[in-house]
């Protein structure tokens, strides 16, 4: 007897034709005696539909080939659902599976994502919506809006508009931080709320980042010259100096003294003047590599 699995793609996730990739899915499936029901995402509705699909087949594991915002869409789409995902990373972001150390081909990810134990991640909630990875105010979330205006994909595009943004850099905006540690005043460029540690180029922005330790950290950027973005980016993150500064909680209010550019794991969510934070503990189950 076959068992029954459901597979998510984003047909264009990271700017590539994933013809060759449901393929290869596809083979391996029917190879390991599993009948693979394909959802495509089209940008419209896709968490109800996804949710009426789910019903029709009722599989244990979601198998999910697109970046970040696909896999949060599938966890939020299924939440009531006692599910595992399995990810094949295929997008032009793919922070979460840097995170938990997946491999870089789809080949090796393919029993991974099929098979493997899983962990159980804990998500944030940021102003009702969820985050499962990075999400920030200020620099990076300009970058990313300045990515989403460009026709340019990929890590190029990443690039080009990392150089635009820097170029255009508006002044510092004031934040005051509350939660259950001594307030925080201060300028800042950019502030990062993470549940993990690696942004999907690879770059580490917070080392001290456990996925389902109860926790998130807020890593408060004060300053983005090109000497501290340089430590950042060749992965020497500056906690030895007044730069940045790092909290650890699992509840925390942000109020800016001006809407500030806002994103949740890669996609720009507009300005905001407040969040209010507070972890999701173990919200969702993914597979990962036996260590």
């Avoid at 029954?4 to 996730?13: A, R, T, Y």
């Avoid at 938990?100 to 909630?125: G, K, R």
């Avoid at 890593?219 to 992965?235: A, H, S």
């Amino acid at each position: 007897m076959k068992n029954n699995c459901i597979l998510v793609v984003n047909p264009i996730s990271g700017g590539i034709d994933k013809t060759e990739l449901i393929n290869t899915i596809t083979a391996f499936a029917e190879k390991e005696n599993f009948n693979i029901h394909i959802f495509k995402t089209s940008g419209i509705s896709d968490s109800d539909r996804l949710n009426e699909f789910y019903k029709t087949y009722k599989t244990e594991r979601v198998i999910v080939a697109g970046g970040d915002g696909t896999i949060k869409m599938v966890a939020e789409a299924l939440e009531d659902e006692d599910i595992i995902i399995g990810i094949l990373p295929a997008g032009s972001a793919n922070g979460l599976a840097v995170d938990l150390n997946l491999p870089t081909t789809i080949e090796e990810n393919l029993p991974i994502a099929f098979y493997n134990h899983y962990m159980e991640m804990d998500m944030i909630s940021i102003n009702g919506k969820k985050s499962i990875h990075l999400s920030d105010l200020g620099l990076n979330a300009e970058m990313i809006k300045n990515y989403e205006n460009s026709s340019i994909r990929g890590k190029l595009g990443y690039a080009l508009q990392t150089v635009n943004t820097l170029i255009d850099l508006d002044d510092p905006f004031t934040a005051t931080i509350t939660g259950d540690f001594p307030t925080v005043e201060c300028e800042a460029r950019m502030i990062v709320i993470a549940n993990s540690q690696k942004y999907g180029t690879g770059i580490s922005i917070n080392p001290n980042g456990i996925m389902d330790d109860g926790k998130f950290e807020l890593v408060i950027l004060k300053n983005m010259d090109l000497v501290v973005l340089g430590k950042i980016i060749t992965g020497n993150m500056p906690l030895d100096n007044n730069d940045v500064e790092i909290i650890s909680t699992a509840k925390a209010v942000i109020a800016t003294n001006v809407p500030v550019s806002f994103q949740i794991d890669g996609e720009y969510c507009g300005a905001e003047t407040k969040l209010n934070i507070e972890i999701l503990p173990k919200q969702m189950k993914v597979a990962i590599p036996v260590v």
